[in-house]
């Protein structure tokens, strides 16, 4: 899978979690999803449950920290993909 | 000094009818919202009837957004948010801006018996295969007792007292007091009140097990709730959500808001499950103080009362329950007042039950009309020996109507009775 494909998918995912007044288009490969989209942090379990249900993957509690913004899950889905 | 309380919202989720005009449409005409569930019989259910209000997916839409309902799964707080959002808004009033205050003098109590069933079912699947990080971040809110008044809460932006309660099936009709209470006082001045329950199996099958759901009738859906008949054989399970926007008088006419009714008084107390009470049935001594009680601190005479909306619930005790009326207003015969039990249309709501059935005695009061009891054809004998037949009409009769008292009693032992009259 390519990083672009990732990318696109990642952001299918994220674009449910966004707030009513942030658009989608505001997602960048740079963007904290915290701070920057206004996800609650109280959804970014759900996040995750999800990027595991599309990826096939699992990612741990520490890993879990470190996906703050999008490239870092971008980095963190695509090294799961390859070590599967 | 205590302030007066009217009621200038209304909004139901019910069986029968969705949203006020599709309801007082359904009370007027008699409309069932009782139907046959498969599913009930293949878990070998002994009633295999519910009642539960239809809710299309687009109408879920309108009041949650595409988040909200990813993963959703509570009824009960799906019927709620419905009627307590429907009543803000019959109203007149708004929510708070997203980016504002809250409203810092609307509070809300919407009580519930117990929230999410469906919800907690599924996590605990995914707990016993040992995958608790699979539950994610929405089984608290849905299942959490006060999941509804939290929703509600949100999307409304109250600042004021936010809260559920839960006295079985008095929980209703005892939010509204709470409510009315609550700005009396004057610590708010609205207060969104109601209760909600959750339907189904996993809900329902406690009381199937005690056999006090009906049995026999699993083939006639529309005629298996019976209050007040000699063929009363138990009751059938609903589901659903009332609500009304309770507001100081003051406030709804410096408003200019549609009154439809105040709220004069009640009282809530308990028998103590002594003296015939006991968890499932209630101390009759207790009921009749109850219902006199709130007479009582409603400021009127039990000769005002033109109708009475009663809990009769369709088991053997609904000869108790008019016999205790009897008693506590001193009425009987043809002086009794008029009296229904919306059971025998939406089943028994649990829960739901004091409000959605507050609902219809307000719509009721408010444009003079007592609603059809059907399935009671055959009375029993001892209710037709205690009141006349013509205060219990099985056709839609219109009757102005001043003032009116509502009972619900709970497992437990306890006993909530509210009094409301034209303004």
């Known amino acids: ?84 | 000094m205590k302030k007066r309380v009217v009621i200038t919202g209304l909004g139901i989720a019910a069986p029968n009818g969705v949203g006020i005009p599709a309801f007082l449409n359904a009370i007027r005409n008699g409309v069932s919202g009782v139907q046959w569930f498969e599913e009930l019989e293949q878990l070998n259910f002994s009633c295999q009837l519910g009642a539960v209000p239809i809710i299309s997916e687009e109408k879920k839409r309108t009041y949650f957004s595409d988040l909200e309902l990813k993963n959703f799964n509570s009824s009960g707080i799906l019927y709620g948010t419905i009627a307590g959002l429907d009543a803000l808004e019959d109203a007149g009033l708004q929510k708070a801006a997203p980016s504002g205050s809250p409203h810092w003098d609307l509070g809300v109590i919407f009580g519930t018996g117990t929230s999410g069933v469906d919800k907690f079912r599924e996590a605990i699947y995914k707990l016993d295969a040992g995958k608790v990080r699979r539950l994610g971040s929405t089984t608290v809110a849905q299942t959490m007792a006060s999941g509804i008044s939290a929703y509600l809460g949100g999307k409304i932006g109250a600042g004021n007292k936010v809260t559920t309660n839960s006295s079985a099936c008095a929980t209703g009709t005892e939010a509204i007091l709470i409510g009315y209470e609550h700005i009396a006082a004057g610590r708010a001045v609205q207060m969104l009140c109601g209760s909600c329950s959750d339907d189904g199996p996993y809900l329902w099958g406690g009381f199937d097990a005690m056999k006090v759901t009906t049995f026999k009738n699993n083939d006639r859906p529309t005629e298996a709730s019976r209050p007040m008949s000699a063929t009363a054989s138990g009751f059938v399970p609903g589901s659903g959500a009332g609500a009304l926007l309770l507001e100081s008088l003051e406030s709804a006419q410096a408003r200019g808001a549609t009154i439809y009714a105040e709220v004069r008084g009640g009282c809530v107390n308990s028998g103590g499950q002594r003296h015939g009470g006991s968890m499932t049935a209630p101390n009759s001594e207790a009921v009749q103080r109850c219902i006199a009680q709130a007479i009582s601190n409603a400021g009127i005479d039990s000769g005002q009362i033109d109708y009475v909306n009663g809990h009769l619930t369709a088991t053997v005790k609904d000869p108790v329950e008019i016999a205790n009326w009897c008693t506590a207003i001193g009425r009987s015969g043809s002086d009794f007042p008029y009296i229904n039990s919306l059971k025998s249309l939406i089943g028994h709501g649990l829960a739901a039950s004091g409000s959605m059935e507050t609902v219809a005695a307000v719509l009721q009061l408010h444009h003079g009309f007592v609603a059809p009891n059907i399935n009671c054809e055959d009375l029993h004998p001892e209710i037709a020996a205690m009141v006349a037949s013509e205060k219990i009409p099985q056709h839609m009769i219109e009757v102005p109507l001043k003032t009116i008292a509502k009972a619900s009693f709970g497992f437990g032992d306890v006993n909530a009775c509210s009094i409301f009259s034209k303004i």
């Open chain 1, 1 to 84: 899978m390519t990083r672009d494909a990732i990318y696109d998918r990642l952001k299918e995912i994220i674009t449910i979690y966004l707030p009513e007044d942030v658009n989608p288009e505001n997602i960048s490969a740079n963007s904290h999803l915290i701070n920057e989209l206004n996800i609650n942090s109280s959804h970014l379990v759900d996040v995750v449950l999800d990027v595991e249900d599309a990826f096939d993957i699992e990612i741990k509690d520490a890993e879990l920290e470190a996906m703050d913004t999008v490239s870092s899950a971008l980095d963190i889905i695509q090294k799961k993909i390859n070590n599967a």
